[in-house]
């Protein structure tokens, strides 16, 4: 009802002036809300989500820190779900794009009423989210919903986030440069950062649940494309068929949502994407190791002393 909309604009006005703050990489406020920097875009649709979201025990959730390949996971994901419903040639993907076809949890309802209203879409239901894993709403992690977590190795990310954060900046928005961006990323200051508690978070789930939380690496999927959209599409509970296969639909899957041919969609030339942002944002380069290209051997060699401090006990490397 309206009377609950204002309560929770309300709620989550006087949450956030309660909390932590911190200029984002693209001059943006971030606030520290449950342990993560989040953007206040995110914090009310967080709120709504944790308070209003009842998974299904089909749900498809595609998790992600930004810049990490959410994109790409989305048009994977998507197709391999629905490949059944359409043929590659017609994919919505080209109209309607990944962000169109996979919408963003904390970004794309901003309503009780509308996530009561995601009752009725066609199961599987697949979003998206950037939220940690601990911030997940418990019916989430107590439901049979399958999660696939996508990470990529922070020195990209972090290029790909500086990049795309001066990109969308708004004008009233201070540009920051590239090293004191730096500086923040690696002090944790980053949208849903720091990207050691949000990796660790995803990783130890699917260490203990292997068969609820999947996680990938964007580099590996670049290696190996084919292989891994083999084990997303059995991880999801739709493996291909012997026949699929000899028919070669998993290359074909592999190129339909390949940099290169996602660029040309339709929906990236011209569409938009989450949060009225032009959806050809989400896709620059799609190279693995760009960042060295914009970053000194030392910037590299923070960076990996942080990795190895906060993730190598855990078995997470990059
Ligand atoms: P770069 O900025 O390094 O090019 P996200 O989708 O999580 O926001 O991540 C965006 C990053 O993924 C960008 O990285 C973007 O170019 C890349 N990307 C988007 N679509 C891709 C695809 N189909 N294949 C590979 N990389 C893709």
Redesign the pocket.
């Known amino acids: 009802t309206e009377k609950e909309a204002e309560q929770i604009d309300v709620e989550s006005q006087e949450l956030v002036q309660n909390l932590p703050t911190e200029i984002g990489m693209g001059g943006n406020i971030l606030y520290q809300y449950q342990g993560f920097w989040c953007p206040k875009v995110s914090i009310k649709g967080m709120m709504l989500f944790q308070h209003h979201f009842k998974a299904q025990k089909t749900d498809i959730i595609l998790a992600?820190?930004?810049?990490?390949?959410?994109?790409?996971?989305?048009?994977l994901a998507y197709t391999v779900v629905n490949r059944s419903h359409y043929s590659l040639e017609e994919s919505p993907l080209f109209t309607n794009g990944p962000h169109g076809v996979v919408p963003f949890l904390e970004f794309d309802f901003s309503s009780k009423n509308q996530f009561q209203e995601l009752d009725k879409l066609a199961k599987p239901r697949i979003f998206g989210t950037h939220s940690p894993y601990l911030a997940l709403p418990r019916s989430v992690k107590e439901s049979a919903t399958k999660i696939v977590y996508?990470c990529?190795n922070p020195l990209?990310m972090f290029?790909?986030y500086w990049?795309?954060s001066g990109n969308i900046r708004k004008e009233n928005e201070k540009h920051v440069s590239l090293e004191d961006a730096f500086d923040k990323f690696c002090q944790g200051v980053h949208g849903y950062g720091p990207f050691w508690d949000h990796l660790l978070g995803y990783w130890k789930a699917s260490i203990e649940t292997p068969d609820k939380v999947l996680f990938l690496k964007?580099e590996d999927m670049?290696k190996n494309n084919v292989f891994h959209i083999k084990k997303l599409a059995d991880f999801l509970g739709f493996p291909f068929s012997v026949d699929e296969e000899k028919q070669g639909l998993i290359e074909e899957i592999s190129k339909l949502?390949?940099?290169e041919?996602?660029e040309n969609y339709e929906a990236t030339k011209s569409g938009t994407g989450p949060l009225g942002i032009p959806a050809s944002a989400?896709?620059?380069?799609?190279?693995v190791g760009?960042s060295l290209n914009y970053l000194t051997p030392s910037m590299v060699g923070r960076v990996e002393n942080l990795i190895q401090e906060k993730l190598q006990v855990s078995g997470l490397s990059f």
């Open positions: 992600s820190i930004p810049k990490s390949g959410t994109t790409w996971l989305k048009a996508v990529r990209d290029i790909s990049k795309f964007y670049k949502c390949s940099f041919s996602m989400f896709l620059r380069k799609g190279k760009d």
